[in-house]
T-cell receptor, first 109, second 112 residues
Framework: TQLLEQSPQFLSIQEGENLTVYCNSSSVFSSLQWYRQEPGEGPVLLVT?????EVKKLKRLTFQFGDARKDSSLHITAAQPGDTGLYLCAGANAGKSTFGDGTTLTVKP | GAVVSQHPSWVICKSGTSVKIECRSLDFQATTMFWYRQFPKQSLMLMATSNEGSKATYEQGVEKDKFLINHASLTLSTLTVTSAHPEDSSFYICSAVLREQYFGPGTRLTVT
């Protein structure tokens, strides 16, 4: 069974602060996705990382895939209230995805 | 592009009845669709892989006779919760694969 651990599970910060969410596993993944989910809605894909050591930037969000393709991080710079939501990482192998436990982020104005 | 819809968006049913949830890929064809369930403040748990034209593949611990999956066409997969009980109340989410997974908006099932 492939397990993905996310940390922290809950994060509450003030607008303007920076934060990092971690996603760790003992398994190697062919790719890893980060999603953001609003209450009562399906997850929305933010990014896919494929290559070990890869870094992708999406405006204020920076995603990194570990060299061994077992872990990843999401860094948000100058968080805004609109960033509030559930952030999920998912590791993919053989066409199937395993989701992490999720990080609930609350950004207070 | 790559839009996935689910119907209904929410449903309330009585214990013992069956409920069908539809998952449609609106602008692409998907050989593979996935069904997940999500409890409040928890992550997505994969229930089964729906393959067009063949039987679904269920994850360990998921009762195939209780959660019937039919992938009758390249744009439609259905999940039927048979003889629903209150513990089946959950948020059910499907995804369709087009190089990557695209998720539907989810269906909130409440069994009374």
């Amino acid at each position: 069974t492939q397990l993905l651990e996310q940390s922290p599970q809950f994060l509450s910060i003030q607008e303007g602060e920076n934060l990092t969410v971690y996603c760790n596993s003992s398994s190697v993944f062919s790719s890893l996705q980060w999603y953001r989910q609003e209450p009562g809605e399906g997850p929305v894909l933010l990014v896919t990382v494929v290559t070990g050591g890869e870094v992708k930037k999406l405006k204020r969000l920076t995603f990194q895939f570990g060299d061994a393709r077992k872990d990843s991080s999401l860094h948000i710079t100058a968080a805004q209230p609109g960033d509030t939501g559930l952030y999920l990482c998912a590791g993919a192998n053989a066409g199937k995805s395993t989701f992490g436990d999720g990080t609930t982020l609350t950004v207070k104005p | 592009g790559a839009v996935v819809s689910q119907h209904p968006s929410w449903v309330i049913c009585k214990s013992g009845t069956s409920v069908k949830i539809e998952c449609r890929s609106l602008d692409f064809q998907a050989t593979t669709m996935f069904w997940y369930r999500q409890f409040p403040k928890q992550s997505l748990m994969l229930m089964a892989t729906s393959n067009e034209g063949s039987k679904a593949t269920y994850e360990q611990g998921v009762e195939k006779d209780k959660f019937l999956i039919n992938h009758a066409s390249l744009t439609l997969s259905t999940l039927t919760v048979t003889s629903a009980h209150p513990e089946d109340s959950s948020f059910y989410i499907c995804s369709a694969v087009l190089r990557e997974q695209y998720f539907g908006p989810g269906t909130r099932l409440t069994v009374t």
